[in-house]
């Protein structure tokens, strides 16, 4: 498996590259800045390329545009980006279209060799690696983001119901429960989406339109 290398830092980079060689990768060229790294993509057509984030000369999102160029130019190179720290919106960015041939990894994770190398293995073949932190924030992000996180299991059956056009009574009916405990899950429902009682909405319409986004 070919390989590009890139990182500002010499020293890291040349430690990566030889535990990537003598992992049996055959680690083709290496560039210290993002432009670098796009020219010799652009000559060796490997089949992975592995980026810092942060690179020369602002040391801010460089590396992650050059992944993003890389991808729309040579989508049959993979591209491992490894950052320092969990950037959300970095690897959303990222993984946005696609996350075939695609990995995001903390730079920690290249101590441990063994996975490691089956990350690089793993993205140059077209599949992906995610780091286990990442994900993590990811789905937390995404539970944060979700306007429904609150709603129970029971108070989802309402909304559903209630989506389909159903009258309180017609829900009691369907989930066989009084008609009482219908209006309690609705006023849940009401709370929990931050829908207060007002003159000018219907909040029930509102709760459904809510619910179909979602």
Known sequence: MRVVLADDSLLLREGVARLLEEAGLDV???AGD?????????????????VDVKMPPTHTDEGLRAAAEIRDQHPGVGVLVLSQYIEEGYALDLLSDSAEGMGYLLKDRVADLDRFVDA???VGEGGSAL????????LG????????????PREREVLA???EGRSNHAIAEQLVVTERAVEKHVTSIFSKLHLPPTVEDHRRVLAVLTYLRA
């Not at 780091?131 to 990811?138: A, C, F, G, K, T």
């Not at 992000?141 to 129970?152: G, T, Y």
């Open 120 to 122: 690089v293995r793993r």
């Open 34 to 50: 993002a432009e670098d790294l796009l020219r010799k993509v652009g000559a060796h057509k490997p089949d992975i390329a592995i």
């Open 141 to 152: 992000r995404r539970r944060r983001e979700d306007p429904l996180h609150e709603i129970s």
């Open 131 to 138: 780091d286990p932190e990442v994900v993590s924030r990811l």
């Open 161 to 163: 119901l209630m989506a």
């Open 28 to 30: 083709v060229a290496q």
